[in-house]
């Protein structure tokens, strides 16, 4: 018998003695039974989670939950995974809200937090642009739904070359009662004093301040 | 997949029942004896003249039962039964029967005893053998509440009179015309026979006095059996003196599989029992009467508190979310039982906000007043109490469809949230 054959003879024995002692500890732990271990995939929770705090106005919890979530949501795909879209979404909305500047907990990690906190104005920008980007995705994948439209408004009014794209989008909903939001008449009202429209600023407004009476969203920002 | 839009379905199913139990609700036409009966002549076959005049294409019919979904609900249809994301109790029986998969068991515990009234649909199984096409008809096209022991009742379909002639024609195929005399019978011992054999333990006669039930059912108990018994002041209209006779004779004949028990009768003790069912006279039936709009609420309304009340109560099991639910946003959204996709989220805020499609395919906001000045959101659940007192709406469905209107506290809730500008 050879030094090696003679190794692994002891390294099986090693083995076989493991299975021997640990398994059946376990087993006992799960009521008699075995089963394999299954990877529960957890993002459609965190993303319905981070849904719900966007629509409770936490911005920052929101996209906060996201980016712990998905690190790279930014450079992922939506048209090829629902889940990714809604994370997408709900990161975009609340770079929009936020103006580009997200401001983001320790409870993300520093290299995930990277560029969302909009430190330099090349960073703003870039998550302007991503905001926009995603919101018109959602757009093309739910077509004809004034919730989609009334968000990508709210992105396109925080980049000056969109300005008069977001107004449009906006005055169109505004014309049908299908603004979804407050923040949308938010925005709409600012688009407004900006064109010199006040009358109409003051109209959005209201619609605002009936739509999320006593909360900041309708004074928050340069409203005009 | 299934799993993931089952959990959403019985997610919105949670609560459905407080809000449906047909005890709390006012009398509606089938439902008793609570209601003080105006002593008229028996119902007139009159509204089914229309019908009795039609001729129904089975052919088309086919089509028409698939392209409505009638199997989402019924078995017998000609279809197979509807899959199980689709099904209209489903996540019930599972969650009923303990099958179904969710972690918290506290919580299943809970959705047990809010989906117990909901579980069962009449089979259309041998539908030609007992029902009078004339009548399936006009039942189709203006559905009325036949089972006061049942929750859900048959929706009001987008149906124009032909297309439920033609859904009747092809669920009624192999009806035979059969003429059956009655003369020799008596209705007198056909009252005793069913007092003797026990047909109230499970059936209404609305119009008589109550038979008794042998045995005595506990009050509030709900079997099967007792869900499914039609009340049988409307025999007369659904089925002839043959069928009423074949039926009482031998039903799993007609029907196979049917609850209804053989009850060993002989011949002249089915017709004796018929002839009652058929010329009983019978008092008025319970009018439904719509309860009065209430005056808005001065107190402040937000929308957690109609989302939880009403719209996620009841409205989102069928104007859903179809982000969580694998892309069906039940049949108020993306589509079903012959509806077009209304794109109708009314699971959240900026859905509900969003509008729904009309006919002409363009976006409308719920909140848009008709003719009266009554938000569209509103008055459909305004109309629902006007068709469970027989006077369907022409413009409006009423909502929930199938489902007993809403109490007159919730769709106050409603208005007044709108009427507050509908915040958040």
Not at chain 1, 140 to 166: G, M, N
Not at chain 2, 204 to 228: H, K
Request: charge should be positive; aromatic fraction near 4%; include cysteine.
């Amino acid at each position: 018998m050879t030094k090696r054959s003679v190794m692994s003879i002891v390294f099986a024995g090693l083995g076989a003695l493991m299975v021997a002692t640990t398994a059946p500890a376990e087993a006992e732990a799960c009521g008699g039974a075995w089963f394999p271990e299954v990877e529960v995939d957890f993002r459609p929770m965190a993303i319905a989670m981070a849904e719900k705090q966007l629509d409770q106005g936490k911005v920052a919890q929101a996209a906060a939950t996201v980016i712990r979530t998905m690190p790279h949501v930014g450079q992922l795909n939506a048209k090829r995974s629902k889940i990714v879209e809604r994370g997408q979404r709900v990161l975009a909305v609340a770079v929009a809200r936020t103006n580009g500047k997200l401001e983001l907990g320790q409870e993300v990690p520093a290299y995930a937090r990277a560029h969302w906190a909009g430190k330099t104005e090349k960073d703003r920008q870039a998550n302007l642009t991503f905001a926009v980007n995603a919101l018109r995705k959602v757009n093309e994948i739910k077509k004809d739904d004034p919730a989609a439209q009334t968000e990508l408004a709210e992105a396109l009014a925080r980049v000056d070359a969109h300005k008069s794209e977001a107004r449009d989008m906006l005055e169109k909903l505004a014309k049908k009662d299908l603004i979804a939001t407050p923040e949308g008449y938010a925005v709409l009202a600012e688009l407004r004093a900006k064109a010199g429209d006040e009358s109409g600023k003051k109209l959005a407004l209201k619609r605002c301040e009936a739509m999320a009476p006593g909360a900041t969203v309708c004074q928050t920002t340069a409203r005009g | 997949m299934r799993r993931a839009a089952a959990t959403t379905f019985a997610l919105l199913s949670l609560v459905v029942v407080a809000a449906c139990d047909k005890k709390d609700a006012p009398p509606s036409a089938g439902s008793g004896a609570s209601a003080a009966p105006e002593p008229t002549a028996a119902p007139s076959a009159a509204p089914v003249a229309w019908a009795a005049a039609l001729s129904g294409s089975a052919e088309r019919g086919a089509k028409l039962v698939e392209k409505h979904e009638c199997n989402r609900c019924h078995d017998g249809t000609g279809l197979e039964r509807a899959k199980f994301e689709l099904h209209c109790f489903g996540c019930h029986e599972d969650i009923i029967r303990g099958k179904f998969k969710i972690a918290d068991k506290v919580k299943l515990a809970k959705w047990k005893a809010h989906v117990r009234d909901i579980q069962f649909a009449p089979s259309l199984e041998g539908a030609g053998a007992r029902f009078e096409p004339a009548w399936l008809t006009a039942f189709l096209y203006e559905p009325a509440d036949l089972r006061p022991n049942m929750v859900a009742s048959m929706p009001r379909l987008g149906l124009s009179k032909q297309d439920a002639a033609d859904i009747a024609a092809h669920l009624t195929r192999g009806h035979r015309d059969e003429k059956l005399s009655l003369e020799s019978a008596s209705a007198e011992r056909g009252r005793a026979v069913l007092e003797t054999r026990g047909c109230g333990s499970c059936h209404l006669m609305t119009g008589v006095a109550a038979f008794p039930a042998v045995p005595p059912s506990a009050p509030g108990e709900r079997t099967a059996a007792i869900e499914l018994a039609p009340d049988l002041r409307f025999t007369r209209e659904r089925l002839s003196a043959a069928a009423v006779v074949r039926w009482l004779r031998d039903p799993a004949a007609m029907k196979p599989g049917t609850l209804m028990p053989n009850l060993g009768l002989s011949d002249q003790e089915a017709k004796d029992a018929a002839k009652y069912l058929l010329t009983a006279e019978l008092a008025a039936a319970p009018r439904y009467v719509a309860p009065k709009k209430l005056a808005l609420l001065e107190r402040k309304v937000g929308f957690e508190e109609v989302q939880e009340r009403v719209l996620g109560k009841i409205c989102a099991h069928c104007h859903g979310n179809p982000d969580v639910a694998g892309g069906d946003g039940g049949p108020g959204n993306t589509g079903g039982f012959g509806f077009a996709p209304r794109r109708l989220d009314l699971s959240k805020y900026s859905g509900v906000a969003s509008g729904y499609v009309g006919a002409d395919g363009e976006r409308h906001s719920v909140f848009l007043p008709l003719a009266d000045g009554t938000p569209r959101l509103v008055a459909a659940l305004y109309a629902r109490h006007d068709e469970q007192a027989g006077k369907p709406r022409p413009d409006v469905r009423g909502m929930p469809l199938g489902m007993p209107a809403l109490p007159i506290e919730d769709i106050q809730l409603v208005e007044s949230w709108v009427a507050q500008g509908r915040p958040r």
